[in-house]
């Protein structure tokens, strides 16, 4: 059964979302994406990122992640769209780019998922939210560690997988295009992407940048645990497949 949450307890977060937000978590929790806002794992430059309790019992707890309407630099928002050929008609306001960014990364999550790739499932989103799979321990609802924080057992072994994923994201067609040990999640001894909100299509005009930056990132972070990467060779590899 799910059990929803009273008007009352919403108000709770009344002190950390505007009234807009809290009206699209409670349709979110109306649906049954989750019963409530567990902890929060991150504040980040555009969004809040939470852990929630799942609706029915046995369920996996998931994640959402808030984009926020307000202390947002929404300039740079637009102007990373712009680039895109999905949304470069998104008008310049702040609501519609932060909707627009918040559906981005949703699509690019679908995409990453078809081309395979250890990611969160996207499972909704409203406006500006976004509900996904957590990585982690699920019935816990402790998250994975993020790469900064921790290094493989195997860095060679794991510099493998990232380049075989980052090869096989953009033959479906995308570029993570934020990559950094920040956005890479270590579960299982495995790199699991996260955070595919600048993630642009091979399309766009700035595409091979953003996979050269993605390639820089992901080497500096490798160099450091003793894998050495030729850039160059790899670049060429992804790029020309
Ligand atoms: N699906 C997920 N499972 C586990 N942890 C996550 C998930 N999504 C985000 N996180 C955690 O939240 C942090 C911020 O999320 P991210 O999507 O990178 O947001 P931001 O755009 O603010 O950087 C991540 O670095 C990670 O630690
Ligand atoms: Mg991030």
Known sequence: MVVRRSREEWKIYGNVFDKFTIDVLQRLEARGHFDALASGIALGKEANVFTATPAKAGEDYVIVKIYRLENCNFKKMYEYLKFDPRYMHTKPSKRFVVFAWCQREYRNLLI??????????????????????????GKKGTAAKQLKDTAPKDPEAF??????????????GLVHGDLSAFNLLLYKEKPVFIDFSQSSPTSAPNAKELLKRDLKNVASYLKRHGVDIDMEKEFKSISTQ
């Open 112 to 137: 990453a998922r078809e081309a395979g790739l250890r990611c969160p499932t996207p499972l909704a989103f409203k406006d500006n939210v976004m509900v996904m799979s957590l990585i982690g321990d």
């Open 159 to 172: 510099s493998k997988l990232l380049l075989k994923d980052i090869k096989k994201l953009w033959k479906k």
